[in-house]
């Protein structure tokens, strides 16, 4: 994702830009929210508390409060809505019913905006029958203990009926692929048949893989206000919004090159002069600038062998502990150290090598060093914040 | 590297189970029947390796499109482990129907001697319907024309012995395709080649490059013919030229399924099989070539990514030189399978199949009103004509056409 807001954001100004990524991201594990900081009331005070390591540090409280207004308007653009407020978050729920702090959210999603005070007295919750990534029960006992009242409504449709041949892949994403059209439509009558007199219907997010006219198409369709609520992976929404993004950035004019991996780089006097790929062999890539937005350990951004982490294209400088016994904390639930590991940058977000700050080579998201995403609930805030951030400074450089 | 460490040892432990691959797989998408790339890949090759009677046959509706691979994060060979497991595994042997569609060079050569006829007959509805009938190779088919003259023919008459006058060469593979059904874009090459500066050779031996064989389980067969394509190969560049290809799939298959798939070394060479239009960007971003236009050429081209372009991920090569040509209004269409892959749209079982994958991208090229689809593969070309009505080239022969052979001739003098 970083990636993509980075070269949508330079492109729109102008900028020439080549995207090489070697798979999708994590944007297929989306929630539907966006987090910034994961508190209680206004994440900027939390944020301004934060270590001087921190990417959030580097960008300072105003400059992350500016990026951040702009942000709903930057997806507007392709339509993704979002709600949501920089100086007060509300809340997102979780597949398995928990409430969580949110800073934006899709508009099709369910959103709770004070925990005290329940949106609903009523719900009718969908369970489409043999699919297993989404569980009403725990959803209904998540609202009950909130005191929303729940009915549960089982839903087949024959379409459906043929995914089940093969359990593994009732999943959200082909379960999505045969709700359009007529199908969609007779979803649309059992669940009003079914519903009774509730005053919203949570429905799980399986519908609108490749655009958004299937959600509103259905939201029109259904007699009561309709929500969605996160599936586990993979996201409907989230694969649609990288879809999204990708489409945006090649309208801009950007060049998006999937599958294929960056592998090593050409550093001349303290700049990267160009960059090699798989695909490409021998074809060097040149670039006035580079950002690097591979990702923390899960996409292989940053690598650890068994005696050291390490960053797999150019060898930069990072930010870790040398002591393996340092990594870890036993207590699984405790902060782990290894989660802040990631490339080492200088105020500006630019790279070193042995040292050396790298003129021209930027890092932007995951890849960063300084933030725990899973303890702190910062992983979209420091990926879509630093991406603009470093997007603009290129533009006006 | 060993066919067996590269799909089986390694790759399968590296997936994750985030089935990000079953959401790009054209197959999945359209054919309930299907497991998917992670079920058909990582998942059951755990299985097969303990007990090969977990092989499945629906394994046979996998496309070989790669897809799956372009989209895994984690590099796992999804493809390449779900052919690999149909090469060891499948009782399936081939039948007749295979062996006609996979031997598109001996295919060819029958064909061409009796071109005229075999096109006529093999138009004719009962002629289809028989094949219907009695191959299973569907009747709704438009079935390739063959040439009268094969490409080879054409160019030891009328080419070959001018190809020395010049300083630098390459060495063409130009497959069944080009070699049966459509002389034409050799020729094109041919002339754009000569125009900026390069002789054009054969390689001693030319195979068909077996895609057809790995597909329909015809594995030794492939694999004799790698091998003598390889050594040709390897003599091409040992004389400094290097080979070109105007197939995204003919050059897909020798660069990574004679290693991955059928074992066939060619790391000493890989690098030197290449796409024309690759080469030939390259040598205009370069400097070393320049290329002149036609001011009366006017064009609204809209580029289609094969599978194996897509996995090749070249088609920045192509479109590029598409976009040098100044009469051309280029658009760029989305990224998805045709549906045809080679020889399995041919097959009765798969027709239905094959049409559904292709619809959204049929519907988005007739929705654009273009004079003609560029695509560096033949058989989508065949697809996309017989499913469209929009005429399709390759995006070489749309370069000669647009090119002004004299101007650039005097450019690169
Ligand atoms: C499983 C998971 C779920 C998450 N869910 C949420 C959520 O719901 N809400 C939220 O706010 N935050 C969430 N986060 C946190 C946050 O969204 C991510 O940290 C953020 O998306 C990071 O984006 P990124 O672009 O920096 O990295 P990634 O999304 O990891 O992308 C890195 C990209 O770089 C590519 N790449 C890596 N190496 C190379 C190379 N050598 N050459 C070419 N390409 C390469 C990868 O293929 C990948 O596409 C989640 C994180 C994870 C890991
Ligand atoms: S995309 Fe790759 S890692 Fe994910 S399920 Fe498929 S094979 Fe496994
Ligand atoms: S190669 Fe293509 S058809 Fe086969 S599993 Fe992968 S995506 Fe599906």
């Known amino acids: 994702m970083s990636g993509l807001v980075t070269g949508i954001a330079a492109a729109d100004a102008g900028q020439r830009c080549l995207i090489i990524s070697a798979g999708q991201s994590a944007l297929h594990f989306f929630s539907g929210s966006f987090e910034l900081y994961g508190c209680e009331g206004n994440p900027l005070e939390a944020i301004a508390g934060v270590g001087k390591e921190h990417p959030y540090s580097k960008l300072g409280v105003e400059r992350i409060q500016r990026l951040a207004e702009e942000v709903p308007a930057f997806f507007g653009k392709m339509n993704i809505s979002l709600v949501g407020n920089p100086t007060r978050n509300h809340y997102r729920i979780t597949p398995l019913g928990v409430l969580k702090p949110a800073w934006l959210t899709m508009d099709e999603y369910a959103r709770v905006e004070d925990v005290s005070q329940m949106p609903w007295k009523r719900v009718a919750i969908c369970d489409i029958e043999g699919f297993l990534d989404f569980q009403p029960d725990f959803l209904a006992s998540g609202c009950a203990e909130r005191g929303v009242e729940s009915t549960v409504i089982p839903i087949s449709l024959p379409e459906l009926e043929r995914l089940r041949n093969n359990p593994t892949e009732m999943r959200a994403t082909n379960i999505a692929k045969e709700l359009t059209g007529d199908t969609l439509h007779r979803l649309a009558q059992k669940i009003n048949q079914a519903s009774g007199d509730v005053d919203a219907v949570l429905m799980p997010t399986v519908v609108g893989l490749l655009d958004a006219a299937a959600v509103e198409e259905l939201k029109k369709q259904v007699d009561k206000p309709l929500h969605f609520v996160a599936t586990m992976p993979p996201s409907v929404p989230g694969i649609r919004t990288q879809i999204t993004l990708r489409k945006r950035f090649q309208e801009l004019g950007g060049v998006y090159m999937l599958g294929d991996t960056v592998q090593s780089g050409t550093i001349v006097d303290g700049r990267l002069q160009s960059i090699r790929t798989a695909n490409h062999g021998e074809v060097e890539f040149e670039a006035d600038n580079f950002v690097l937005a591979t990702g923390s350990f899960f996409s292989h951004g940053i690598v650890a062998s068994s005696e050291r982490v390490y960053e797999p294209i150019l060898g930069l400088d990072i930010d870790a502990s040398d002591e393996r016994s340092e990594w870890y904390k036993r207590n699984l639930f405790e902060a782990q150290p290894y989660m802040t590991f990631g490339v080492a940058t200088d105020s500006d977000f630019r790279v070193s090598h042995k040292g050396q700050t790298l003129s021209n080579v930027y890092a932007v998201g995951a890849v960063l060093s300084g933030c725990n995403p899973i303890k702190e609930g910062c992983g979209a805030g420091v990926a879509i914040l630093t991406s603009l951030h470093v997007a603009q400074k290129i533009t006006r450089k | ?413």
């Open chain 2, 1 to 413: 590297m060993n066919n067996e460490q590269h799909t089986n040892k390694q790759s399968f432990e590296q997936c994750v189970k985030c089935t990000i691959c079953t959401v790009y797989c054209p197959v999945a998408a359209a054919n309930p029947d299907y497991p998917g790339p992670k079920q058909a890949g990582p998942d059951l090759e755990r299985y097969r390796l303990k007990n090969p009677r977990f092989y499945d046959d629906t394994l046979d509706l996998c496309l070989n499109c790669k897809r799956c691979e372009v989209a895994c994060p984690s590099n796992v060979k999804i493809g390449d482990i779900i052919l690999s497991a149909r090469l060891k595994y499948s009782a399936k042997r081939p039948k007749l129907r295979e062996y006609i569609l996979a031997n598109t060079d001996v295919m060819g050569s029958m064909a061409t001697t009796f071109a005229p006829l075999v096109n006529a007959s093999l138009k004719l509805p009962a002629v289809k319907n028989i094949m219907d009938r009695t191959l299973a190779i569907d009747h709704h088919r438009t079935m390739p024309t063959y040439s009268s003259q094969r490409f080879e023919a054409w160019f030891k008459q009328h080419a070959q012995a001018k190809q020395e006058n010049f300083d630098r060469s390459v060495s063409y593979f130009h497959g069944c395709y080009v070699n049966y059904n459509h002389p034409k874009q050799g020729k094109d090459l041919v002339k754009i080649l000569n125009a900026i500066g390069y002789g054009v050779h054969l390689l001693d031996k030319e195979k068909c490059c077996g895609v057809a064989l790995i597909s329909n389980k015809m594995e030794a067969q492939a694999r004799r013919q790698a091998k003598v394509n390889i050594n040709s190969i390897r003599r091409s560049v040992a004389a400094g030229r290097p080979v070109l290809t105007t197939s995204s799939t003919c050059t897909f298959t020798m660069r990574d399924e004679y290693p991955h798939v059928l074992g066939v070394d060619n790391a000493d060479v890989r690098e030197q099989i290449v796409l024309a239009t690759k080469f030939i960007f390259e040598a205009v971003d370069a400097g070393r070539v320049k290329l002149a236009f036609r001011e009366d050429y006017r064009k609204r081209i809209a580029y289609h990514t094969p599978c194996h372009m897509e996995k090749l991920g070249w088609s920045i090569y192509s479109t590029s030189l598409l976009r040098m040509i100044p009469g051309v209004e280029f658009m760029m269409l989305d990224s998805l399978c045709c549906g045809i892959a080679g020889t399995y749209g041919f097959k009765r079982e798969n027709y239905p199949y094959s049409q559904k994958i292709g619809e959204p991208l049929f519907r988005q090229i007739k929705s654009l009103g273009v004079d003609l689809v560029a695509t560096d593969c033949e058989t989508c070309k065949w697809q996309i004509e017989m499913s469209t009505g929009v005429t399709v080239e390759n995006p070489i022969s749309i370069l000669a056409d647009a090119l002004d052979v004299e101007q650039t001739m005097k450019l690169n003098k």
